[in-house]
């Protein structure tokens, strides 16, 4: 009988459970955390795990990493959930946790979404984990040095999962379709864009991927034994054609130049228009938020050094919120960045020096510069004539720092917009000082 209902369980289970992994061999992606020969991986193969917290975004990983856990530890382990779960409940486990150190056992606790305990739910654990009565791991989507009590994460090691490549997520997508074909008289194929739709929709959560996956085989007609997924089949469950267009392809590319050239061009709507575009598409935000990191340097930079500050927040807001909740922290920046004073002073000075550095690889730098770290390099003259800046008056030399190859070569070239315009009469003020000086 109990096979029976177990069997019945397996049936009813959802997809992304049924395709939990067992084993490490098994999970995909986050390679280096748990990839061959890591701590972590070296840990818990061979039951030596500590007290930790896993955080990551939703569906990368942190629960199975735990039942993993569960499966290879001879400790005893026990799971709560802090939605759910209270001060009542913690005590109970930690009443078992004193009996089975008592009895010569380890109590392992995996505390689910641990971010949702209250200081004073977080402070029941601390004793337990200092004296090593329980192995507390968490796994929170949260950043943990904000929503963990400082004393308990500095007792834990913070492991940080990443959203998984669309790569991952078709790896998780056809071994699921090939479990349910090996377990079913109905044979279930995928095309080839199908599974990239699924893999875009999913924005690096496996469950997402599965639980989507699940959904069409539900919708998709069966005819002589066979399901075929196609892309036009997700189109219809969707309602949202736009979703699926493909993040390789030249679309992508399009718009992500049509944002670029819309901010440079100082122009806040087109940007905007083009921003929701490729969000509403299913591009993942952090693609967009690196994006605007690299604009705020190369098209701004120290015309509006604030625009990099901008541009870095946005990135950390979308990675604490994902999405829909960063489209307005991803619209913040793209507004800013667009009506902020433009320079590309800082680009083309890179983009010249880069070259003159490779040209000059095998040029040495100046003897003045160096730091004489042992006797023989005092006695080749390193760092003999080096003039120290903070010795003099203005807190300026005239020492030359480039090699004599380069001599008097000038790079960066501040323009008279923004902030510039006062870098601009800086550098004249400093120039006009070395002249002096000579």
Not at 256 to 272: F, G, T
């Amino acid at each position: 009988m109990d096979n029976l209902f177990s069997e019945i369980d397996e049936v009813y289970k959802p997809l992304a459970e049924k395709m939990r992994p067992k084993s490490l061999d098994d999970f995909i992606g986050q390679e280096e955390v748990v990839g061959p020969n890591s701590p972590l991986r070296e840990m818990i193969e061979n039951d030596l795990v500590t007290s930790m917290i896993f955080w990551g975004p939703p569906g990368v990983g942190k629960t199975t990493l735990a039942k993993i856990i569960a499966n290879k530890t001879n400790s005893v382990f026990k799971q709560l959930s802090a939605v759910t779960a209270g001060v009542k409940d913690i005590k109970e486990i930690i009443t078992e946790a004193d009996f089975n150190k008592a009895s010569g056992r380890r109590t392992i606790l995996f505390v689910d979404e641990i971010h949702r305990f209250n200081k004073a739910q977080q402070d029941a654990f601390l004793p337990y984990v200092e004296n090593g009565d329980i192995i507390l791991i968490g796994a929170t989507t949260e950043n943990p040095s904000f929503e963990v009590n400082s004393a308990l994460l500095s007792r834990t090691k913070v492991y940080v999962l990443n959203s998984l490549s669309e790569d991952d997520i078709k790896k998780v997508l056809t071994n699921a379709i090939t479990k349910e074909n090996e377990n079913s008289k109905i044979k279930i194929t995928i095309k080839d864009d199908a599974l990239n739709a699924i893999a875009t929709l999913s924005n690096g959560d496996a469950r997402n991927a599965l639980n989507t996956l699940e959904n069409i085989l539900n919708i998709t007609p069966t005819k002589a034994n066979k399901k075929e997924i196609t892309k036009s089949l997700i189109s219809k469950m969707v309602n949202k054609k736009t979703f699926l267009y493909d993040k390789k392809g030249e679309e992508h590319y399009n718009l992500i130049s049509a944002l670029h050239k819309s901010m440079r061009n100082s122009d806040p709507d087109a940007a905007l228009y083009y921003l929701a575009r490729m969000l509403e598409a299913g591009e993942d935000p952090l693609y967009v938020a690196r994006r605007l990191i690299r604009f705020a340097s190369e098209d701004i930079g120290l015309a509006n050094p604030s625009a990099l500050v901008q541009a870095t927040a946005a990135y950390e807001a979308a990675h604490y919120n994902g999405m829909p909740e960063c489209n307005v922290n991803l619209a913040q920046a793209v507004v800013y960045l667009s009506v902020s004073p433009k320079s590309n002073s800082l680009y083309t000075a890179y983009e010249t020096v880069k070259k003159d550095a490779l040209a000059t690889a095998d040029v040495k730098v100046p003897l003045d510069l160096r730091n004489a770290v042992t006797k023989l390099d005092g006695e080749l003259g390193y760092g003999a004539n080096y003039q120290y800046a903070h010795n003099t008056e203005n807190k300026i030399t005239n020492m030359q720092c480039l090699p004599d190859e380069l001599k008097d070569k000038k790079y960066y070239h501040p323009s008279n917009i923004g902030k510039e315009k006062g870098i601009k009469e800086e550098l004249a003020r400093i120039e006009q000082i070395k002249k002096n000086l000579k």
